[in-house]
């Protein structure tokens, strides 16, 4: 809960405020007087008297009472200010801009627990410590600039990272995005982006909150809060978009398994913000502008006309389009025939709409009307428009504002003559409060992301019913380290996974008995070795007993084999389910194409337990080699129903025993009426 003196203050001290605006206690304190803020500011530095036309305390001892602080002191005086503050004060809000904390040293992190148990003793809310600040419509208490212009309909912004927030609001700005409000966070000693968001979806208001909101982030601490209070604001009507760096370095740990190989932290990420409905972004610019796009109405469908004077622009945006699951429909017809008889001639209706460099405001009013009247298979326009420099644009951004005043369907102006009609572009941002599109290709590839990011999915989807006695009996009498075959049979047979008939042998005579129960053809693996193929601990399609014989002998005396399992040769497509827990994300389930799928190309998917049938149908449709699945060349297809079924089996398996830190079925053979796990290890760490 954030203390509502953080929020709406009635009198704000700024600690270590200064005359040098070029020091952070300086700025703060002017962006403070230069904000709307109309209660009580008090300044304390005990070098000064006077700061900025306001009295100055000696000492935080002499304040009278404060709601809320702004600390811009060494960090070795914070612990005291603090305590003085909350105890003798009555504050409530602490923003501490200070760094020297646990980003630099042991010693910092110690002064900044004390200060969190401090301000968690009264009540108290802490932005920072090492952080640009706070600010919303009621006062900045931020150094950073530029400050933006604040606005009920605008967006609230959340960082990790100050330097970064400045950045992104600057971009930003530059093409009239609007602010709510902005949050640089820090270290996130006591409140972080997930408080921050749990917070806004707690005092959502339909009438008055902010629809969009903007993530910056370098770690996520709490993923279910997160995915929690991001599915929560969803379904209230607010969309999401964030960024989340510092995912390459992921990949470099040693893992034993396919699974353990593939399920990094990124793909944990990659999986919450898919799950939670979160268009995940990549750059400042591609950030910005998804956000712009949620600010302009929902696009309901994925048909866009293009509306261009220019014509290479629009191949180009045609083609980002295009290439990623958008449409550009035809138009003909005699709409399409009425309509271009309005045009200077050489224009074209074809979509993209080209009215040529010579077209009009009133030529595009026509274009826009058609759209929005005529066509049906049109859900959204994009308008590019820019000058070479021959004449203003005055009328034809006077009429574009017009026209997104009263379109049912959502307009996007793309103006890239930054330039060369600069004032024009002004006006439109800063007078008539809209957004710039500069960057046809980068709109395009914001838009795709936008459409292209599935709702989120339920966060208690409905599971299979499985055996929790058997279950937790395995895993309780197990050890750590890989399970043995007898205890992963238990478990598979126990969660409803079908599985291959096997036996395991330890001597050539167990072999051949094994063999005539079974039948032939048959396959013989080694049982010991993580790694069976890589060490030449497989054979396949054996079918006398002689291939027995000399195949056991061999084969028992590699490398850490204890044991040899014989099983009846199977046959189908080979895919892949694994699941991996994640330190603080909890166990990924990862699934695509076995074979040269998961070893070369990495053709998988992830998702965040639990997951339901239809999740894992939809995942499965989006992998690259899904036309393999759906049977090619004659091959038979494979089960989506059963393979989706299986997903979800795991899913519920590894809930049940979150001891389970690694898992690989690999590979499952899949038919048209079965899907058989042929291969499994299982890693438990209690």
């Known amino acids: 809960m954030i203390n509502p003196k953080l929020l709406n203050p009635k009198s704000v001290v700024v600690i270590g405020a200064s005359n040098d605006v070029q020091k952070p206690g300086g700025k703060v304190f002017k962006n403070l007087l230069d904000s709307p803020f109309a209660g ?4 304390v530095n005990p070098k000064e008297t006077n700061v900025q036309g306001v009295a100055c305390f000696a000492k935080v001892e002499d304040l009278p009472q404060v709601d809320c602080a702004i600390l811009a002191v060494a960090a070795k005086f914070c612990p005291h200010t603090v305590e003085v503050l909350a105890h003798q004060k009555n504050t409530g809000g602490f923003i501490i801009l200070s760094a020297g904390f646990s980003e630099e040293h042991g010693e910092g992190a110690v002064l900044e627990r004390q200060i969190v148990e401090t301000i968690n003793s009264v009540g ?42 400045v950045f992104i609001t600057e971009y930003g700005m530059s093409n009239g995005l609007t602010f709510n409000s902005i949050w640089a966070v820090g270290n996130s000693a006591q409140t972080g982006i997930e408080e921050v968001l749990e917070h806004l979806d707690e005092t959502f208001d339909p009438a008055t909150s902010s629809r969009v909101i903007m993530l910056y982030m370098e770690n996520v601490r709490n993923p279910q809060k997160l995915l929690k209070h991001a ?23 040693a893992a034993s398994s396919h699974t353990g190989a593939l399920a990094t932290n990124d793909v944990a990420v990659e999986a919450l913000f898919r799950k939670a409905g979160i268009v995940r972004c990549q750059t400042r610019e591609e950030l910005t502008t998804v956000c712009s796009i949620f600010m302009h109405p929902e696009v309901k469908g994925k048909n866009i006309a293009i509306i261009t004077h220019a014509g290479g622009p629009a191949v180009m945006l045609t083609d980002m389009l295009s290439n990623n699951s958008l449409e550009v429909p035809h138009l003909e017809g005699p709409k399409a025939e009425a309509l271009l008889s309005k045009l200077y001639p050489g224009s074209s209706v ?36 820019g000058s070479p420099g021959l004449f203003p644009n005055w009328d034809v951004y006077e009429l574009l504002d017009n026209k997104m005043k009263t379109s049912k369907k959502p307009i996007f102006p793309i103006l890239p003559s930054i330039q060369n009609v ?12 809209r957004i710039n599109f500069p ?60 599985r291959k008939q096997e036996i395991e042998v330890t001597t050539v005579e167990a072999a051949l008995v094994a063999a005539q129960n079974l039948g032939f053809p048959l396959v013989m693996k080694v049982v010991g070795p993580i790694h069976k193929s890589d ?25 850490d084999t204890y044991a040899v399992e014989i099983s009846p040769m199977y046959y189908g497509t080979e895919i892949f389910i694994g699941a991996s827990k994640e330190e603080k ?62 997903i979800t089996r795991v899913s519920a398996l590894v809930q049940i025993a979150p001891e389970i830190v690694e898992m690989d079925l690999n590979p499952l053979l899949g038919t048209s009426k079965s899907i058989i796990a042929v291969d499994a290890r299982i890693r438990v760490e209690k």
Not at 591 to 607: C, N, Q, R, Y
């Open 40 to 43: 009580n500011v008090y300044a």
């Open 124 to 165: 108290g809310t802490l932005i920072g410590p090492n952080c640009t600040g706070f600010l919303n419509r009621n006062y900045t208490g931020n150094f950073a600039t530029p400050i933006p212009p604040l606005q009920p309909n605008g967006i609230d912004f959340v960082s990790g990272s100050g330097a970064t927030a």
């Open 231 to 253: 599915v929560s604001l969803y379904h209230k009507g607010a969309r999401l978009a964030a960024i989340k760096s510092g995912g390459s370095a992921a990949g470099s740990r």
């Open 350 to 385: 074809a979509n993209p709409i080209d009215f040529l460099a010579t077209g009009t405001a009133e030529q595009l009013g026509f274009i826009i009307d058609a759209c929005e009247n005529d066509f049906d298979n049109i859900d959204a326009m994009a308008v590019i428009f």
């Open 422 to 433: 600069k004032a024009e572009i002004a006006d439109f941002i800063e007078n008539k409060h």
């Open 439 to 498: 960057e046809e290709c980068v709109f395009g590839s914001a838009l795709a992301k936008v459409a292209n990011t599935p709702k989120p999915q339920p966060l208690h989807p409905e599971m299979p019913i499985i055996d929790h006695t058997i279950i937790r009996n395995v895993i309780d009498n197990c050890t750590n380290g890989y399970l043995r075959l007898d205890e992963i049979s238990a478990l598979l047979d126990a969660a409803g996974i079908t």
């Open 535 to 559: 060490v030449g601990g497989v054979v396949l399609n054996i079918k006398d007993e002689a291939t027995i014989i000399r195949e056991f002998d061999r084969l028992i005396k590699i490398k």
């Open 585 to 646: 994300f909890g166990h990924q389930i990862l699934f695509g194409l076995g074979g040269i799928f998961i070893e070369v190309l990495k053709d998988v998917k992830a998702a965040l337990a639990s997951v339901g049938k239809q999740e894992a149908l939809d995942l499965i449709k989006l992998l690259r080699g899904y036309k393999i699945l759906q049977g090619v060349r004659g091959q038979e297809p494979v089960n989506e129903e059963l393979f989706a079924d299986t």
